[in-house]
């Protein structure tokens, strides 16, 4: 057992269309053959993980004849407890089938968004038969090429009714699900609707039932629109809203990547880590990634242990910065309280605005102050590179 080793507690997750990736990309077919539902759910005990998620036609085929489902729900069942995996989240793919080529929840057809609220409905409940108790929704085909195609306003007023018509129903059934947002600016619609993790949190406050929505932010899909991740997950915890997160890495302004976590912008996945654990976030830890398309199995199970083995690495470096003394030392300067000042700050009163008001600052003597973040950073590069 190493201090990498990874445990439940840990929450570590992965999507059957992560560790099941064939590796198809736009320009080529598959490189690896596919898995079933069951020997994926193996693979992922074998690596070390806590959970499996699925969409239902990555678990369950389209077209899959009764019989056929209930074999393969069979098989997984016994794969799940063979491993001792569960399923905390579940989602609907409601993008690949020809049917949702313009948008699925905000397509302009009303007959597509109504296979897409049945879709959904089905999909709720193969996710609440196996356990999940977060239901994402990823709206990929949400969106335009040409904005001549569809009315902005529209879209969220369609997006929104789908979402209040699926809050309804899973309280008309009693089921103990809540429901996490994820956002992406683009690909594979030309625009999506609601792009970021900031737009979504806005949105979710126009829906019904606000208190049954929040959000599954992922790092790709921030860093494909070249914005400061742990920002947002700021802004989503801040907001009580930090449901569920997919982990993975991604070069700015290229391409869908989905890589492994942590393999490209290490101090970004390093200032995540942090976040997370300082604040304590309880929820699953998801890899939303895949391997290589150069890989075979093999290089899949190194993919998803790399993925935890560096969330943990990155979670003793975050313990080491809390816990370095020149760091805190720095950064107690840098944030110390000034008494002088103190009492003009805080909350609003007539008496304390006017005495702000009157008070003379020494614009040059305060602004003429280094402020050490380029020793600061170089300290936490030290950590970070292991030479500290
Ligand atoms: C798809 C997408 C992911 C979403 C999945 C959930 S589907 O793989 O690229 O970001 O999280 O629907
Ligand atoms: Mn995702
Ligand atoms: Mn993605």
């Given at each position: ?13 992965f999507g059957?269309w992560t560790v099941g990736s064939t590796g ?8 690896r ?215 993975n ?8 990547q989905d890589l492994r ?26 890899f939303d990634a895949h391997a290589y398309r150069?890989e075979?199995?093999?290089?899949v199970?190194?993919f998803a ?84």
């Amino acid at each position: 057992m190493t201090a990498y080793t990874p445990e439940p507690e840990h929450k570590f997750t992965f999507g059957l269309w992560t560790v099941g990736s064939t590796g198809r990309d736009p320009f080529g077919g598959p490189v690896r053959n596919p898995k079933t539902p069951a020997e994926l759910v193996y693979l992922l005990g074998e690596v070390g993980a806590y959970g499996v998620n699925y969409h239902d036609n990555d678990f369950i085929p389209i077209d899959a004849s009764p019989a056929e489902a209930e074999a393969i729900k069979r098989d997984f069942r016994k794969a799940l407890d063979d491993t001792g995996l569960v399923v905390p989240m579940a989602t609907t793919n409601l993008a690949f089938d020809p049917i949702f080529k313009d948008g699925a929840f905000t397509s302009n057809d009303p007959k597509v968004r109504a296979f897409a609220f049945q879709k959904a409905m089905k999909a709720i409940d193969l996710g609440v038969e196996f356990g999940a108790k977060i239901y994402v929704f990823w709206g990929g085909r949400e969106g335009t090429e040409t904005d001549s195609s569809k009315n902005a306003m529209e879209g969220l007023r369609r997006y929104r009714e789908a979402l209040n018509y699926l809050s309804e129903y899973v309280l008309d059934n009693g089921y103990d699900l809540k429901f996490a947002l994820e956002a992406k600016p683009n690909e594979p619609r030309g625009d999506i609707y609601l792009p970021t993790t900031g737009h979504m949190l806005a949105f979710i406050n126009t829906l019904d039932h606000p208190d049954m929505v929040g959000l599954n932010p992922e790092v790709a899909h921030e860093h494909m629109a070249g914005i400061n991740f742990m920002h947002g997950i700021a802004q989503a915890w801040d907001a009580g809203k930090l449901w569920h997160i997919d982990l993975n890495d991604q070069y700015p302004g290229r391409y869908d990547q989905d890589l492994r976590f942590g393999s490209r912008d290490i101090k970004a996945a390093f200032y995540l880590v942090k976040f997370l654990e300082d604040v304590g976030y309880p929820g699953s830890r998801h890899f939303d990634a895949h391997a290589y398309r150069t890989e075979d199995y093999e290089g899949v199970k190194d993919f998803a242990r790399g993925c935890m083995r560096t969330y943990l690495i990155l979670k003793e470096k975050a313990a080491q910065f809390n816990a370095d003394p020149e760091i805190q030392a720095l950064l107690a300067e840098i944030t110390a309280e000034d008494p002088t000042v103190a009492p003009f700050l805080g909350k609003y009163s007539s008496e304390k605005a006017k005495s702000l008001k009157a008070r003379h600052f020494d614009r040059t003597a305060i602004a003429s102050r280094g402020l050490k973040y380029e020793r600061l950073d170089q300290l936490t590069i030290d950590i970070l590179l292991g030479t500290r």
